[in-house]
């Protein structure tokens, strides 16, 4: 019995990351879909030369957009389309992207994905080719151009004017369908080159203004848990129901919304969702076969955390007072900055002060120094310049009080003097 | 004396594999004296230069070569036929300098093909004249003969036989024996049917009239100054200046076009055309190629290239029988630091050997006193023309004579994309960009509606306004504070650029102030990041600690009128 319940767990798991990652299907912004793929599917029937920007803040579904289209699209590509997808991380420099082109559209300098010729043979061959095809005869070629702005750094920007070229005079018919994240993209375009594209801008945005967020993401969570019955999941009836039935209590808990409203607020986008949910899912095991609010508030706690302070946590005793003897210097100099000796010397006051505190050597507390460095919790403000020794180099302190303050609250066992150290103002 | 020696032995060791230089010493000597003798009794001393080293074979009488096929049977045991080739290469390279290192490579590794191509008989005669006359179908008839030569011993034809190698086919783009094409689709294209339709195709900036309006005084201008030229029988120089997107090269391209035409009725003078464009070039010097494969349909390296053209040019000898119209679109991108390529092109036309004339396009109007040497200004001269930027009027007559026939556009529509076009940059592919977008928007509504001034309204709300404020709108609620704090920071400070920290403690009271749960460092950070990423904000690429600079990107007053709604 233990067994198949365990079976019907672990199969629960993978089918639900399986939904969450591999779910490639595109909800919402109808009316930019459509746009796009009027765009594509008007170059590829009636051999329409078109360009346009896909515009969008990162994670906005921008490529989820384009493959969901494209999928739809896939019929032509075998008779009369190519498709040529650029990067803008991956092609570096017009004379990588030129090789990866002409590889794509296969042409007669290309064999078996190697291409031949020099840089400039390889312009005047493309060209030359593009330039003997015709509307209506030739197939049409679309050029998917993801991270369009590190296109526009390349010299001269010939790539992009030598396809904005061809996209607007009688040759093979080409649709340049660049997408970047980038609002301000065109005006890194050279005057030529804007002059040449269209300026057909396709925005696409986290949210709609008018609808509710909250709500759509209940759904869009609703979608990614709930198990279908009819479907066959290798899952118990009975425990699918089971299941679906919590998430159902779930979506409709106070807690639980006001949570997901709080992530909302933090970030639109469906990736730190994802990621959310995915860290929940893997937390499922045969003793907690629920989907339960406090797994949700302890994720959403993790991903709100503060880095700084998670550090300062773990650092020791000493470490921790040197922070809070530079954290004082900050607030009696007006966050001047400091160097070893300044920090050394102030420390000794305290340390002779409190009889309890170990006295400890100079070097030591110059490693503990020198570790707070490795941390980049402080950072040297000059940087290459070797002539100053090491004590006197001055540096500043790259935390902040309340977070030092967070910090000692939460260790336990610290010693009350350095407690009182640390809440005791100096100015 | 020493010098020489040393030179000497540099040469044999660069030249030589290890098994070669036996076969040197005991044959080069004889073979140089006699392929001399042969070239000497067969040619004139002037025409060195235009022979290459397989004519040169070609011509060598047969009895020579005999002798040395028996020699190498012979000599077979310690070295495969190898020798020959390696001997001729060697021999031309000394004697003739300008041919390039491709060539002689190339002929290294197939030596089939270059021993072949001398046989036929009809090209030798008339070579020296007329060899920058080729066209790849010469070109290809010549490859034939090759193939279906009769005296020869069959060998098979590597290039043709079998898969073509990829080396071969570089060699047969070079030669311009393989025409680029692409490939071509399976099923018939939807045909143009509704108006709306043939209203977009016209509409699309490709398809260009046969005529242009409102360009008839500059047509003018350009087409006195060419025929005056032709007639004339001189070089000469234009640069013509404006805009981008006011049709100077479409104008430039339709009095060659015209002339071109007038030229098969013999009303004016024959003439070659080459059309040249800066941005379509890897590099500057690339010109020289370009401009020597539209004559020839070769492609050589660019310093063959160079020589063969000044030779075309400067020499003599080479005197092309046609004037020459040279169409330099770009020209600013051919202004390199040494101007060597821009004063060649420049300079050309004052020697007045080949009649050359040339027609330099770029945008700014003082380029040649701006950007060019004085010396390259002086021969560009001063025969200028300047395109002015379109104004609404002559917009809307553009627009209106492309829609000649269909009437799915309200003339008010037009006038309003012309007005609105006018007024930022006078650019003709953006007012027919934006009038095919119009038409796409009716087009949705039904195939049959007139496109009125709410599609173009539409089409230009799409096409001309900037997405800032959406974006701010559809920030989350986070964003929209850092927003909001970076802005009462820089009204604070009266500094446009703010740090981080500072920042944060005006988000963590604008937070308080509005009911929002205080976030962390991280978080905050992250955000920024973001609005840093769609340059909403503009950061520091560098450091992301508390002293990253931040810089608003957008006016405070967008971001208020953007919050403000909801």
């Known amino acids: 019995m233990k067994n198949l319940s365990d079976k019907n767990v672990l199969n629960l798991r993978k089918f639900l990351k399986n939904n969450i990652l591999n779910n490639s299907d595109f909800v919402g912004h109808e009316d930019e879909r459509q746009q796009v793929f009027d765009l594509l599917h008007r170059t590829i029937t009636s051999g329409e030369s078109n360009s346009a920007l896909l515009i969008g803040p990162r994670a906005s579904g921008k490529t989820t957009l384009v493959d969901n289209v494209l999928r739809d699209l896939q019929p032509y590509f075998s008779s009369d389309a190519i498709l040529v997808k650029l990067h803008g991380l991956i092609h570096t420099d017009d004379r990588i992207a030129l090789k990866s082109i002409t590889a794509q559209m296969n042409l007669e300098n290309a064999v078996d994905g190697k291409v031949f010729g020099s840089f400039a043979d390889n312009l005047t061959f493309l060209l030359a080719c593009l330039k003997s095809g015709e509307r209506g005869v030739s197939k049409s070629i679309i050029f998917i151009i993801e991270e369009f702005d590190l296109f526009c750094s390349h010299h001269n920007q010939t790539l992009l004017y030598n396809l904005f070229d061809v996209s607007q005079s009688a040759q093979t018919p080409i649709c340049v369908l660049g997408i970047t994240c980038r609002l301000d993209v065109i005006e890194l375009l050279e005057k030529r080159v804007k002059s040449r594209f269209s300026h057909r801008q396709i925005f696409l945005f986290l949210g709609n203004d008018n609808e509710n967020h909250l709500d759509q993401r209940l759904a869009r969570l609703q979608k990614y848990f709930l198990v279908p019955i009819q479907q066959s999941v290798d899952i118990a009836p009975s425990f699918k129901k089971q299941w679906n039935s919590s998430v159902h209590t779930l979506l409709k808990d106070r807690n639980f919304k006001s949570l997901m409203q709080r992530l909302i607020d933090l970030d639109l986008s469906e990736r730190s969702l994802k990621n959310i949910l995915l860290l929940v899912v893997s937390e499922l095991n045969n003793d907690n076969n629920k989907l339960a609010y406090d797994t949700f508030l302890r994720q959403v706690e993790l991903f709100e955390r503060d880095e700084t302070v998670q550090v300062l946590q773990d650092l020791s005793v000493l470490e921790l007072c040197l922070i809070i003897t530079m954290k004082h210097h900050c607030e009696i100099y007006d966050n001047q900055p400091m160097n070893f000796e300044m920090v050394f010397s102030r420390y000794l006051k305290f340390a002779n002060a409190n009889s309890n505190i170990q006295t400890v050597e100079r070097p030591v507390i110059m490693k503990a120094f020198e570790q707070i460095e490795n941390l980049e919790l402080i950072s040297p403000l000059t940087t290459g310049n070797s002539t100053v020794q090491k004590e006197y180099q001055l540096f500043k302190l790259l935390v902040l009080p309340h977070q030092i303050t967070e910090a000692v609250k939460k260790i336990t066992g610290l010693p009350t003097e350095v407690t009182q150290y640390a809440n005791s103002s100096l100015v | ?566």
Not at chain 2, 32 to 41: A, E, P, T
Not at chain 2, 42 to 53: K, N, R, T
Not at chain 2, 442 to 450: F, I, K, N, R
Not at chain 2, 489 to 502: D, L, P, Q, Y
């Open chain 2, 1 to 566: 004396m020493s010098t020489r020696k040393s030179l000497r032995l540099q040469k044999s060791r660069g030249d030589t594999t290890p098994a070669t230089p036996i076969h040197q010493n005991f044959y080069s000597p004889r073979l140089r004296s006699s392929v001399k003798r042969n070239l000497n009794s067969s040619f004139g001393a002037s025409e060195h230069e235009s022979l290459s080293p397989t004519k040169l074979l070609k011509a060598g009488p047969s009895p020579a070569k005999k002798n040395e096929k028996i020699t190498l049977v012979i000599d077979k045991k310690n070295m495969t036929c190898r020798p020959l080739f390696r001997y001729e290469s060697s021999e031309s390279e000394d004697d003739y300098v300008s041919r390039s290192r491709a060539v002689g490579k190339r002929k290294v590794k197939s030596p089939v093909k270059y021993t072949h191509v001398n046989v036929s008989p009809k090209k030798t005669v008339n070579k020296g004249v007329e060899e920058l006359h080729f066209t790849p179908v010469k070109n290809k008839l010549l490859e034939k003969d090759v193939f279906y030569d009769g005296c020869r011993t069959p060998r098979t034809p590597r290039s043709s036989g079998k898969k073509a190698t990829p080396r071969s086919t570089i060699k047969q783009i070079r030669e311009g024996t393989i025409t680029p094409k692409v490939q071509s689709r399976t099923k018939a294209m939807e045909l143009d049917d509704t108006p709306l339709k043939v209203a977009r195709s016209h509409l699309h900036v490709s398809y260009v009239p046969t005529d242009l309006p409102c360009r008839e005084k500059e047509h003018e201008d350009i087409l006195s100054f060419l025929e005056g030229k032709l007639f004339d029988k001189c070089g000469g120089c234009m640069y013509i200046s404006g805009v981008p997107g006011t049709g100077k090269t479409a104008t430039v391209t339709s009095v060659v076009n015209h002339l071109l035409k007038a030229a098969k009725t013999g009303d004016v003078p024959n003439f070659q055309y080459v059309n040249l464009n800066g941005m379509k070039l890897t590099e500057p010097r690339q010109a020289y190629v370009e401009i020597v494969k539209q004559l020839t349909g070769k492609t050589v390296t660019w310093e063959q290239a160079q020589s063969t053209l000044e030779e075309i040019f400067t020499k003599k000898a080479k005197k092309m029988k046609l004037p020459i119209i040279l169409l330099v679109d770009e020209l600013d991108i051919i202004c390199t630091k040494r101007q060597d390529v821009v004063y060649n092109i420049l300079d050309w036309p004052t020697k007045s050997i080949t009649q050359l004339i040339v027609i330099t396009i770029a945008n700014t109007m003082d380029l040649p006193e701006r950007l060019l040497m004085n010396r390259v200004t002086s021969r560009l001269g001063l025969t200028r023309l300047t395109f002015q930027a379109y104004t609404h009027k002559q917009l809307q007559e553009i627009v209106t004579k492309r829609l000649f026939g269909t009437n799915s556009f309200n003339p008010d529509a037009v006038q309003l994309v012309a007005r609105k076009v006018a007024s930022v940059s006078g650019d003709a592919r953006r007012a027919l960009d934006i009038c095919r977008r119009a038409a796409e928007i009716a087009e949705v509504e039904g195939d049959d509606t007139l496109v009125s001034m709410s599609h173009v309204n539409e089409a230009l709300k799409a096409m001309i306004t900037q997405p800032k404020v959406r974006a701010i709108k559809n920030c989350s609620r986070l964003e929209q504070y850092v927003l909001q704090a970076v802005i009462s920071e820089v009204e604070r400070t009266g500094i446009e650029e703010t740090v981080f920290s500072n920042v944060y403690q005006m988000l963590v009271s604008l937070c308080a102030v509005n009911g929002f749960n205080s976030v962390s460092c991280t978080i905050a950070l992250r955000a920024i990041s973001k609005l840093g990423a769609c340059r909403l904000l503009l950061v520091d690429q560098k450091c992301h600690d508390l002293d990253e600079r931040i810089i608003l990107n957008v006016s405070p007053d967008d971001v208020y009128y953007a919050l403000k709604e909801e």
